[in-house]
């Protein structure tokens, strides 16, 4: 745990440099003083957060206070610029990342409103993947909750560096120093706290920058300021001084008298490298603490790197296709993108013509000449690249390193109720998965049913009903099904398979061995001597081996948990090759699996349900009905790991229960055995 105000030590984290990102080929820097100014004057970053912290609050203020927007959007409204889709607006979620772009004190702001509940966490990943940095928002009453924690930890995997920002002040049991130790004790992070509020839940009014040690008060949406600080913020700005000190060698030499440019210095430094993160405070909603987040962001937060007379290298993270045509959003982290240009594809060779440039500002676009090293913009006429694709330059392509794309966790059947509607489904499907990599499709071989997999049954219900509003299908969804594994519990040694095959040509012939036991994951060995198999032959049946995972024997499920060991084998000198010891391996494991022991996983959950004290027992007895296993509970709140097939349909349940009061959040928690 990391107690608060003292400074534990920081998370190990480099540099986030986009060479890491880049194992490509490189050109010598030339780049001139302007352009590289220009670069330097970009900020690519994320807002982050738990579902109803007021992500999308706060993006919409800030496209007002920079000038981007003219009017005050509202989530309850349905009039944000960036939750534009009909089911964000009538569900008042955040569904799809959205981008936006507005300037502030000379700088460029490119900004991706992600999504907060946990079902649509993919979306969080590929932007983060193409962002420099974010704004981590937190609910001034709840601090961190799990989906902040989720999208917290999705930040540390990309190396992002991230800022806090406490919104909701203003409500009522907010506070500000009980989110800071929530940030500090469940994200193991170093807090700075630069900001401290003036006034508290209903007066909250403003806040003092311990920075730049000024008051600054909102009334009737202008901002005041001042340079007077009340005593305790000047406490607050010694102990910041002295938790900085400790951290950052600069500051140590001027402790007792860190100049404010120092200290600003010194934050960005640790922002960067990951080994605190810089707290400040506010209420989006009531339009209070926007500015001097702006102006954090401009300080704190990196610029890209990257250079515009470079050879082109930029990186597809998503993919929308309306009646307009298709859009391909772009990530651009060297190089120079001009109308008409020809890009290749680098993972499949394929060439593609740039037909138009985009400045995305959510829903509406504006045409542009050229995109440059650190831009986030959309194209047209990009017929065929993926998410996750590199467009490069023709002559010399790089590949980057691709979003990681989450595994589906549940599944619904999908059936057309015409005829004719059920032509044009698979086609409907496959666009549908193009824009969202986490969702997948397949034909199940024994019912023939059309089976659509996401992560989680909202998903699934957004994208039935996505694709219904965009195609006009007539299409019904069946009951969602979770994707269960099988895993060995006992396991055998010595199989021995011998595969043999004689069909008037050449001939097959492999023989193997196969120990199998319980492990991590898949794993593979071989303690073969003598040279008994040939090493690339080995290598083919680790390749038949993992093949043979697809199924289970339990009921055709994906097998995981097992280590399987070669131990001995034979060849035959003219029959035996790579492709007969594959299937070796494919079918020898199959028959493996068939004599172990074995045992069935099912996903969980981590559900937190908050409930009225009086209804808490209904709440707990519900959970035990579902197989839920309590890990926590207090006054209002109780945290169970329950079982993914007991949750369909809970919210309704939970409302019941509850008299309409309860609420629930959950996240995966990995598999555990089936009952």
């Known amino acids: 745990m990391c107690p608060v105000p003292a400074a534990p030590p920081g998370l190990d984290v480099p540099d986030r440099l986009s060479v890491s990102r880049r194992p490509g080929r490189r050109t010598s820097p030339d780049r001139s003083a302007s352009k590289e100014r220009t670069i330097m004057r970009v900020r690519n970053l994320g807002i982050l957060a738990h579902v109803d912290a007021g992500k999308t609050t706060l993006t919409e203020r800030i496209l007002y206070v920079t000038g981007a927007t003219h009017k005050r959007g509202e989530v309850h409204d349905g009039t944000t610029v960036t939750d534009f889709d009909p089911q964000e607006r009538d569900r008042g979620i955040t569904i799809f990342a959205a981008a936006v772009s507005c300037d502030w004190a000379g700088h460029r702001l490119n900004l991706i409103d992600t999504p907060g509940h946990v079902d649509f966490s993919d979306e969080v990943e590929r932007s983060l993947r193409v962002l420099d940095g974010a704004v981590a928002v937190f609910d001034g009453v709840a601090g961190v909750e799990p989906q902040s924690e989720a999208v917290w930890r999705a930040a540390d995997r990309y190396r992002v560096p991230r800022i806090a920002f406490v919104n909701k002040l203003d409500r009522a049991g907010a506070s500000l120093s009980r989110a800071v130790r929530s940030i500090a004790e469940r994200l193991d992070v170093v807090p700075l706290v630069v900001q401290l509020p003036l006034g508290a839940e209903g007066s909250f009014r403003g806040v003092v920058d311990l920075v730049g040690r000024r008051t600054l008060t909102w009334a009737d949406g202008s901002l005041s300021e001042t340079s007077e600080i009340p005593a305790e913020a000047r406490a607050a700005r010694q102990r910041l001084e002295e938790q900085v000190a400790a951290l950052h060698p600069d500051a140590l030499d001027e402790l007792g008298d860190i100049s404010d440019t120092t200290l600003r210095k010194a934050l960005r430094d640790l922002t960067l490298k990951g080994e605190a993160v810089v707290v400040l405070c506010g209420s989006a909603y009531r339009n209070k603490g926007v500015e001097p987040l702006l102006d954090a962001i401009v300080d704190y937060l990196p610029a890209p790197a990257g250079d515009p007379a470079a050879d082109l290298a930029a990186l597809v993270f998503k993919v929308h296709t309306a009646k307009t045509g298709r859009l391909t959003y772009l ?54 690249a993926q998410v996750g694709a590199t467009l490069a330059d023709p002559r010399h392509p790089v590949l980057l390193e691709a979003p990681r794309s989450a595994e589906p966790l549940v599944s619904v059947a999908i059936e057309a109720r015409t005829r004719q509607d059920a032509l044009r489904l698979p086609a409907a499907l496959a666009a549908l998965t193009e824009e969202d990599p986490s969702l997948t499709v397949r034909v199940d071989a024994e019912t023939a049913q059309t089976l659509l997999s996401g992560l989680g049954e909202l998903h699934l219900e957004v994208a039935v009903e996505k694709l219904r509003q965009r195609t006009g299908l007539a299409v019904t969804m069946g009951r969602p099904q979770v994707a269960y594994r099988e895993t060995v519990r006992r396991g055998v040694t010595g199989l021995l398979h011998r595969h043999v095959k004689q069909d008037g040509g050449a001939g097959q012939f492999a023989h193997v061995v196969l120990d199998v036991s319980p492990g991590e994951g898949f794993t593979f060995a071989s303690t073969v001597t003598g040279g008994r198999v040939p090493a690339e032959y080995i290598r083919a049946v680790e390749a038949g081996c993992r093949e043979a995972l697809a199924e289970g024997p339990l009921g055709g499920h994906p097998v995981t948990g097992l280590r399987v060991t070669l131990t001995d084998g034979q060849t035959h000198p003219k029959d035996s090759s790579e492709m007969a010891f594959r299937a070796a391996g494919r079918f020898g494991l199959r028959e493996a699996l068939r004599a172990c022991e074995m045992r069935l996983l099912e996903p969980v959950a981590e559900v937190t349900v908050s409930a009225p004290a009086e209804t808490l027992g209904a709440v707990l007895g519900d959970l035990a009905a579902r197989r839920g296993q309590v890990v926590d509970s207090g006054v209002r709140t109780v945290t169970a790991v329950v079982p993914l097939a007991e949750l369909f349909g809970y919210a309704t349940k939970l409302l019941s229960r509850t008299h309409g009061r309860g609420t629930f959040t959950s996240r995966p928690a990995g598999y555990r055995p089936a009952a």
């Open 331 to 384: 990530r651009v982290y060297d190089g120079t993108i001009t109308k008409g240009d020809t890009v290749r594809d680098a993972g499949t060779g394929r060439t593609e013509r740039i037909a138009r440039i985009l400045r995305v500002q959510a829903d509406r676009h504006t045409e542009i000449g050229r995109a440059v090293a650190g831009d986030i913009v959309a194209v047209a006429g990009v017929k065929a």
